[in-house]
């Protein structure tokens, strides 16, 4: 019997990847190269093993789903929104604590932001899962950054055809008030923004598959956070047991630069919960399997 296998994709997108300069097309309007904005190191190769992945096993996957980092250049998470005391700029990878904006060491370039920035900082410090980090301009909606890895794309769209299924594509992140690196819910959710609360939803589609296979970037920031949200709610809702579905794909994951230890601290985490760490390679004859039973 053929069995529900579900390939999580979590943010496979341009700006992530430290991509070759064959895969960066020129600017139209500055006549240069495109450069990912945020490249994680690995990740060019952990999408064309993820690639491989779904072009060798297609025919044993019964669902896909791709999620997709969306900001605005104006966002509470990037430079534009911030200035320092001094009048300067506020550098990427510049972390922010609400004591920071308190003293006025940063403020909000908008005045008329700073109850909201406060607000945000206050919660999002409450919740002790992150810091405020101001991130470069990245995955901006409309942007090439914001498009899906070229081999990926071309991967899950030969499923489409030959399945005659559709790849569940999921945006997060465009409200600008809140940094939103799992895939399932913001980090501090608004009452008035739906976008912004636990996709409870999706997540219950999730737990109907028998197997969900997770990839993507950053292993550090957006799979943590997804994967962390999806756990904990199969814990709760059906089980520890249920947490045993899902398979982190190891060889299609990276850290963003200098969080490594945080990585390898999640996948510790996750695997004493259940979690399955595998390869692509290692999941390969479970998909081949599953298709040949549908043959």
Not at 164 to 171: D, E, F, P, W
Request: proline share 7%; with cysteine; aromatic share 8%.
């Amino acid at each position: 019997m053929k069995r529900n296998l579900h390939l999580l994709m979590i943010d496979p997108q341009n700006d992530f990847c430290d991509l070759p300069e064959n895969y960066r097309p020129l600017d139209p309007v500055t006549r240069q190269p495109l450069a990912p904005a945020l490249p994680v190191p690995g990740a060019h190769q952990d999408m064309q093993r993820l690639a491989a992945l779904i072009n060798r096993g297609r025919a044993g996957l019964s669902a896909m789903s791709v999620t997709l980092d969306s900001h605005h250049r104006f966002d509470i998470a990037h430079p534009i929104f911030w200035i320092a005391a001094d009048g300067a700029p506020v550098n990427p990878f510049t972390e922010i604590t609400a004591a920071e904006v308190r003293a006025q060491k940063y403020t909000p370039r908008h005045p008329a932001a700073l109850p909201l920035a406060l607000n945000y900082l206050d919660q999002l410090e409450a919740a002790g899962r992150y810091k405020l980090m101001v991130w470069p301009v990245h995955c901006e909606i409309g942007s090439w950054g914001n498009n899906v890895h070229a081999d990926v794309h071309a991967a899950y769209g030969h499923w489409e055809e030959a399945s005659l299924g559709i790849v569940a594509k999921l945006a997060k992140g465009s409200n600008p008030w809140t940094e939103h690196y799992s895939a399932v819910q913001a980090e501090v959710p608004y009452a008035d923004d739906p976008d912004t609360q636990f996709n409870t939803k999706f997540v219950r589609t999730l737990a109907e598959a028998d197997r969900i296979y997770v990839a993507g970037e950053a292993g550090s920031h957006c799979v943590k956070a997804t994967v962390e949200h999806i756990a904990d709610y199969f814990e709760q809702e059906y089980g520890a047991d249920a947490l045993r579905k899902l398979v982190l794909l190891t060889d299609c994951i990276s850290p963003v630069t200098g969080f490594d230890a945080q990585y390898q601290a999640f996948l510790s985490a996750m695997q004493a919960r259940g979690v399955q760490l595998r390869s692509s390679e290692q999941v390969l004859p479970e998909l081949l399997d599953n298709a040949a039973e549908s043959a």
